[in-house]
């Protein structure tokens, strides 16, 4: 297991520390599933090989402007015209801009107003994985039952059709289901159906969480915080001192409760064959300051 981070963090360790569990899943999925993870040319990119936009990608940049053009297009070739996969641009890449020249050479952008955030686990905090109503619970994900509740809900939320939750349940099965590994599920139960689900995983010095849903008819439950907080405190009983995050809009209300503190955005654009690719061929110009969007003044 990579060396845990205890010692405080400041906003720019806390960045990076959001970045860097993002790249260590990443690398985690592509070595279970014996796809690729490199850092070349200034872009740090993954691929799975399976049907997935979250299984493939980029998840850093550090370009010039006048490179991005050349960079995209090549990264268009490295994953083909059929896989689907998506460019994550964080306060980590550069140029100023970047998620703004893709959109404009054709990437989709998806999932606005996306923020990194950040929970010392051993500072205040509400975490209580017993807040939940009446006829509900939550488990860790131990078995392949378990795994394929956990998957229904993704299912679910997502619309995704049996391809990508197939590619989802490869990627997420292995090297194994058990409570000693970096990758860890829970699901969230309403009167003994899967109504929420959560991830976590514990790599590049600080716990991640990704992939909380929750079914709309159960949303409003305390099911997301739930999960959050058992997924938190096994976090911190293995040792780790800081949870980390990207949240949607929705999420950050749930997350700002749970005392997360607030960090640079993130933006998702989509590439391959789930997205709708304009392909445009106009040259992408210098931003100008209007588009230099600092995050502390973002209108979360």
Known sequence: MDEIERAELDLAGLTWAVQANWEGLAAHL?????????????????STGLR??????VLSADLEL??????LALTR??????LPWRWIVGPTSRPSGLDLALESLGLERRWP??????????????LDPERLPEGARISEVLDRDDLEAWLSVRQRNLALDEETTDAWRTAHSRPGLAADLPLRHWVGWLHDLPVSGATLFLGAGTAG????????????????????????????AAGYRYGVLIA?????????????RELPPYAILVGGPASALKRCDRHVQPLTSDHERRWDARPF
Not at 52 to 57: E, Q, V
Not at 66 to 71: C, H, Q, S, Y
Not at 77 to 82: E, M, Q, Y
Request: proline share 2%.
């Open 248 to 260: 949607s809009e929705m999420g950050q209300r749930v997350y700002r409760r749970l005392g997360f």
């Open 209 to 236: 969480i990704h992939h909380v849903d929750t079914v709309e008819a159960a949303r409003g439950k305390g099911f997301a915080a739930a999960l959050t907080s058992a997924a938190l405190i096994a976090a911190r």
């Open 66 to 71: 006048e490179e991005v053009r050349g960079a």
């Open 52 to 57: 997935s936009g979250f299984l493939n990608g």
């Open 113 to 126: 107003r996306m923020a990194g955030m950040s929970l010392d686990l051993d500072g205040p905090n509400a």
């Open 77 to 82: 070739h490295v994953f083909g015209p059929d």
């Open 30 to 46: 592509a070595l279970e599933t014996g796809g690729w993870f490199e850092r070349l040319h200034g872009l740090v990119r993954f």
